[in-house]
């Protein structure tokens, strides 16, 4: 993990790779690499998220009224709420026809996770980081029927390279906190990754 000052807000870790191409990604310090594989020419990569420690500031600076306001005590959400799961895979372009494919293998992976989800059409967007392309979905979900969960998906496309992500966590109304870091996570993955292209 980078222990130097940078531009984010707290410290990140470098996941890399050489397949399909040389790569480095940048992962939030509080989630944690589960997986790392790579085969048929795709690289992929698992990370899970879990509560903060008791003491983290910024876990405590959220859960903390704003001095003037009336006196309560701290927030407690419960700790399931914190958990969170993210996943990438990176393809050569020729393994994948294109965005309707795409999308058809993102949404299918998250079928077989037992998610049910609202919505299933992406929007394009500004293309994160080095992408000259992208797409993504944020929609409600239900995890094996349970309601409270959020999905985001994004679809990137770079020269001959795919990228294609999807976090799982909860909604913003269950767990502002944990909600905000699942997005910030998510989006921080495309945002600066590196490829030898």
């Not at 700790?79 to 293998?105: C, E, F, R």
């Not at 993504?136 to 990228?163: D, H, I, M, N, Y």
């Not at 109304?173 to 870091?181: C, D, K, L």
């Amino acid at each position: 993990m980078q222990s130097d000052p940078g531009p984010l807000a707290e410290p990140v870790r470098s996941v890399t790779g050489s397949i399909p191409v040389p790569f480095r990604l940048l992962m939030p310090g509080s989630w944690t690499l589960s997986a790392a594989e790579g085969g048929e020419g795709s690289g992929t990569i698992q990370a899970s998220a879990q509560p903060p420690a008791e003491n983290d500031a910024a876990a405590v600076s959220a859960t903390t009224p704003f001095p003037g306001l009336p006196e309560r005590e701290p927030i407690v959400w419960p700790s399931s709420t914190w958990n969170a799961q993210l996943s990438a895979t990176l393809a050569p372009a020729s393994a994948i026809a294109g965005w309707d494919a795409a999308g058809t293998l993102c949404l299918s992976a998250l079928r077989a996770a037992g998610l049910e989800l609202e919505e299933l059409t992406f929007v394009e967007e500004a293309p994160p980081g080095p992408f000259e392309s992208s797409r993504t979905l944020t929609t409600p979900a239900r995890l094996r029927g349970e309601p409270g969960a959020e999905v985001r998906c994004r679809l990137a496309k770079v020269g001959p390279l795919w990228l294609i992500s999807a976090g799982v966590g909860v909604a913003r109304e269950v767990n502002p906190h944990a909600w905000m870091r699942n997005a910030r996570a998510h989006d921080l993955l495309a945002q600066t990754a590196e490829f030898e292209l």
